[in-house]
């Protein structure tokens, strides 16, 4: 009886155990694809801001964790000229840095970002609650089965990246086009 009571003790404190550990881990999982696709502008970049081409997947809005618990979005090519002036010692590739920022394995000091055009905002707790498919349905027009615009007309800021955040989480990839106002919201294959 005594054994028996200590075995079960030992499983409940092992599986108590192992939900703090899965806990404690980030949630966040960037597609490795697209992380690879990303750092491919440190080859043709190499820290000059002012390139004469820039690639698509430069452009495209990035979100990252801050020290503060705030969030961040900002484009690729930005988050590649942070990885040099900052991060290039600690980080043998911009992959290695990308993986890890991207993943919210890292948080970024706000004395970092201040001289980029980026957008720092919260979390909005009702938006991040509900399923992809409702944010779909009542903020997104949908324009094909990979593709969505997003217009973000009279919602508050927190609001309009939490929407474009958690389509981030669901591997689609985020432009803005300034022309029309709109995000683009394409599914990453």
Known sequence: MKSTLKINIKIILLFFVFI?????????????????????????NKGDLTLSYITEKA??????????????????????????????????????FLYDALNQKINL????????????????????????HHVEKQYLKKVNEE???????????????????KMYLDNYLISFDDYTGKYVITKFK
């Open 20 to 44: 703090l550990n899965s806990c404690s881990k980030s949630k966040i999982h960037i597609n490795d694809t697209l992380i690879k696709e990303i750092s491919s502008i440190d080859k043709s």
């Open 109 to 132: 000091k706000i004395n970092q970002i201040t001289k980029y055009e980026t957008i720092i905002f919260s979390l909005d707790s009702k938006i991040i609650q509900v399923s992809n």
């Open 147 to 165: 593709t969505f615009y997003f217009y973000p007309k009279d919602n508050a800021l927190n609001q309009v990246q939490t929407i474009l955040y």
């Open 59 to 96: 452009t495209l809005l990035l979100y990252l964790k801050l020290e503060n618990n705030k969030m961040l979005c900002i484009n690729a090519l930005e988050l590649q000229d942070i990885y040099s002036n900052y991060y290039k010692n600690n980080y043998k590739t911009f992959y290695d």
